[in-house]
């Protein structure tokens, strides 16, 4: 395909000088300076389809996705072959989805096997959220045209949104086989190999990017958090210095390296963060970034006072962009308790998938729930994967199956709907499990939520839920600066209502469901490490091995804040670290409640 010979430059035709100008600077590693000449020869001629395409690149591996779906929907009108095809084609990239849908249908009714018409209508359907619908009509036309590479690449990143990033994975390769410099096919394999677990996969494509990039600061931003997860320390912080060099006012990367536990900043990089942090014009986002960053440093030089102010006004921040609604969370917990009793366990029991096979850590961020996993992963019996997202996408399937707030539909679900979502999540976590071991890990710690669900669909699976002092618990969730799902953690009152909710809600199942939920307490597992494992592994039915006490030699990935900590033997310093700071944890004390005086019980 390619444009039509009316719109193809002639000789004299400035925009090639243009063209070839920005390619050379692209291919000299100078992409941010190649997007001027490239952006002028496409102002000059809209039907150079190359330079479309290297903008998208450039503009996608600088972070600007709505710029850069922007430019690729501009490459798409230069190589569409057919003229009837163009309208449905601009309606698409200016947003038009009800005239693109319509006028492309019109044409797939008189003429099914037009696979350009076909890829386009994937498209809209994909833009419109219709991701599954995207999917099948994708798939069918790279069945009919296999050639056609950017309908593999539209059904490749519908395959991704539907969280089957094993697939996705496949279409990319053949992408790549055919057309190496594909980077916008690179960038998304990265993606979708670490959603698949394979993190050192990932640093290796996202190696290759940053070599084609090399001037761009998010590539070497997303190698840096890549190479962390693998406990390459000395290479992330490289990287992220790296992307500091060329763009001292990243906000992400200053604390992505506060965020290097053992990382301490020089002077010089201290005044720089206080001058950013002064400015007018710093957006909320990047001023709540640097806000943690600077607390965290302050912290590590002793000045408490300093760096608990730093800590709420970033937090402030959060709290702002994301709001939270803890009365919501508390009214879920009381129509859980109401509907999750011992009879409706008992009158559904049976119905899920008998597998064995997963076991759920649940709790809250900053609880332990890493060391506990890590030290599972550890037993030749058990692989860790991630934070896998399948449960709760679970649950809000369930929830849209009826008009009452969620638990509720969980009631009207039949018997072979119940065993179906338990087969179901085995499969979609299949990809996770690349050693094929017994048992696997799911740590998702908001799956306490879910409890009910898990019971319901995998009764034999295990759940240990791992308790953590509630205000040491809290404090650390409060220093830390999620990258997205826990919305609570960005005000004390709402993390000590959260913590007292879920400690409500365990309680409850430890009620209805005796003996099914092992628990952990974080500092009994610090002070008493060998006894507290060995109950673990028996309240799993796995036998004790000495691996799991030398867990720390374990080199798997670990995404989470705790990917470090991990990676040492256990250590004490943490347990009462909350004591520095308790003259600024009133509102936690309070919203806490009994669930504080009780622990590590549960009020009565």
């Known amino acids: 395909m390619g444009p039509q010979a009316s719109d193809l430059p002639g000789p004299s035709d400035p925009s090639l000088a243009k063209r070839a100008e920005g390619e050379r600077l692209f291919a000299a590693g100078r992409s941010r300076e190649a997007k001027a000449p490239l952006a002028e020869a496409v102002a000059l001629n809209p039907s150079l389809a190359g ?40 309606a698409l990239a200016e947003g038009r989805l009800a005239d693109a849908d319509r006028q492309l249908r019109q044409l797939l009714t008189r003429e099914p096997a037009n696979a350009a018409a076909g890829h386009l209508l994937g498209e809209v359907l994909a833009r419109e959220g219709r991701i599954a619908a995207a999917e099948a009509v994708l798939a069918q036309v790279v069945s009919l045209a296999p050639g056609l590479n950017l309908a593999r690449q539209a059904l490749a990143l519908a395959l991704q949104r539907l969280g089957r990033h094993a697939e996705a994975v496949s279409q990319l390769d053949l992408l790549l086989a055919r057309d190496p410099r594909n980077f916008r096919a690179r960038m998304a394999k990265a993606a979708s190999l670490a959603e698949t677990g394979d993190f050192a996969a990932a640093a290796d494509v996202t190696a290759e990017v940053t070599t084609a990039f090399p001037d761009q600061p998010r590539g070497w931003l997303i190698l840096g958090n890549t190479l962390r997860t693998l406990g390459r320390i000395e290479a992330a912080e490289a990287a992220f210095q790296r992307c500091l060099d060329l763009d001292p006012d990243c906000a992400e990367a200053w604390w992505s390296l506060a965020n290097l536990k053992a990382y301490r900043f020089a002077p010089d990089a201290l005044a720089a963060m206080e001058t950013r942090l002064a400015r007018a014009d710093l957006g909320h986002a990047d001023r709540s970034l640097l806000g943690f960053a600077l607390a965290k440093a302050r912290e590590d030089e002793g000045r408490d006072a300093e760096a608990f102010a730093l800590y709420a006004e970033a937090n402030a921040l959060q709290r702002a962009l994301r709001p939270y609604d803890a009365d919501a969370t508390h009214a879920f917990v009381q129509r859980a308790k109401a509907l999750l009793t011992a009879g409706f366990f008992a009158a559904r029991a049976g119905w899920g998938d008998p597998a064995a096979n997963p076991i759920f850590i649940v709790g809250l961020p900053r609880s332990g729930s890493t060391l506990v996993e890590q030290i599972l992963a550890s037993h030749p019996q058990v692989e860790g994967t991630r934070e896998l997202m399948d449960v709760q996408q679970m649950a809000d399937w369930a929830a849209a199956q009826g008009a009452a707030a969620y638990p509720g539909p969980l009631a009207a679900l039949p018997r072979e709907a119940v ?108 002070a008493d490490t060998e006894p507290q494992v060995r109950r673990l592994l028996d309240g799993l039915g796995l036998p004790f091995d000495p691996a799991t006490l030398r867990f720390f030699e374990n080199r798997r990935a670990v995404a989470t804040p705790s990917s470090e900590q991990v990676r040492r033997p256990i250590f004490g310093e943490a347990v009462d670290h909350w004591r520095r700071f308790e003259p600024w944890l009133g509102p936690l004390k309070d919203a806490l409640g009994p669930a504080l005086d009780a622990y590590p019980a549960a009020p009565d």
């Open 51 to 90: 330079a479309w395409r290297l903008l998208g690149d450039i503009d996608l591996i600088g972070g600007d996705v709505a710029a850069a779906q922007g430019a690729y929907d501009r490459m798409l009108r230069a190589v569409v072959p057919d003229a009837r095809l163009r309208e449905p084609t601009l």
């Open 419 to 526: 065993r179906q979502l338990g087969r179901d999540y085995l499969d979609r976590t299949r990809a996770q499990r690349r050693l094929g071991r017994a048992r696997f890990i799911d740590k998702a710690p908001w799956n306490w939520l879910h409890v009910g669900l898990i019971q319901l669909m995998l009764p034999n699976a295990r759940i240990v839920d791992v308790r953590r002092h509630p205000l040491g618990c809290g404090l650390s969730a409060f220093k830390q600066h999620f990258a997205g799902g826990f919305d609570f953690a960005y005000d004390l009152a709402d993390i000590g209502r959260y913590y007292a909710d879920y400690v409500e809600l365990m309680a409850q199942f430890d009620a209805v469901l005796p003996g099914r939920i092992v628990r952990v307490i974080y500092e009994d597992l610090v």
